[in-house]
């Protein structure tokens, strides 16, 4: 099945700064999400982003479909930026969400 | 709209116990999916529901369970509880579009946080 990498692993950023993680996906897709999960555990849905760029304020996500990633930039980044940021594509058979293993952003003051 | 609901948010069973968790989707999505996430696994596809109908189904044993009823709302079952299925464990509502490029976009409920001791 389809495989997911992100990087980096873990992240440390002082406020105000600029990061970019990034998502490697292993066969071509037509649907990628990016997702933040908050400390309480939900998935906030960032990004719809199958191709193409797409930006919602300080963030912005860029999918090239036929290279297999996709880049999520977050800039000015704040305090509340904090948690994990996970990328997430659907299978071959169109069912499901196969995720990688999450970014983990730290955000401190 | 309101946003997918799950119930309860937080759970505490023994072993070899069951237990149900609830699910309502967003109101006209006909999909629900679940997953699992724990530290170890990360998070895993469950199984999926349509139209009251088991359409996909991940890697795990059959003590887990579900059902999606008339109005799109979905229960999954866990019987016989071990330990290692201490997890969260999430649904979610799947809008699918048609038309010139299929799209299908999930969106989660808060989950509901299962500890079995």
């Known amino acids: 099945g389809i495989q997911v990498e992100q990087s980096p692993p873990d992240l440390i950023l002082q406020e105000g700064a600029n990061s970019t993680l990034r998502c490697n996906f292993s066969?071509?897709?037509?649907?990628l999400q990016w997702f933040h999960q908050n400390p309480w555990g939900q998935l906030i849905n960032l990004f719809y982003i199958p191709s193409g760029t797409k930006q919602n304020g300080r963030l912005s996500a860029t999918t090239v479909a036929t290279e297999r990633y996709s880049l999520l930039y977050i800039s000015s980044s704040q305090t509340t930026d904090s948690g994990v940021y996970f990328c997430a594509v659907l299978n071959q058979a169109g069912t499901a969400l196969i995720f990688g293993k999450g970014t983990t952003l730290s955000v401190s003051s | 709209k309101a946003g997918v609901t799950q119930t309860p948010r937080y759970l505490i069973k023994t072993r070899g116990q069951q237990v149900t968790l609830s699910c309502s989707p967003i109101s006209g999505h006909r999909s629900v999916s679940w997953y699992q996430q724990t530290p170890g696994q990360g998070l895993q596809f469950l199984f999926e529901y349509f139209s009251e109908t088991q359409r996909n189904k991940g890697n795990f044993p059959g003590r887990f369970s579900g059902r999606q009823f008339s109005n799109s709302r979905s229960e999954m079952n866990v019987s016989t509880l071990e330990l290692g299925d201490s997890a969260l464990y999430l649904c979610?509502?799947?809008?699918?579009?048609?038309?010139?490029?299929?799209?299908?976009?999930?969106?989660f409920g808060p989950g509901t946080r299962l500890t079995v001791t």
């Open positions: 066969d071509s897709v037509n649907n």
């Open positions: 979610a509502s799947t809008l699918r579009t048609s038309g010139g490029a299929s799209s299908y976009e999930q969106y």
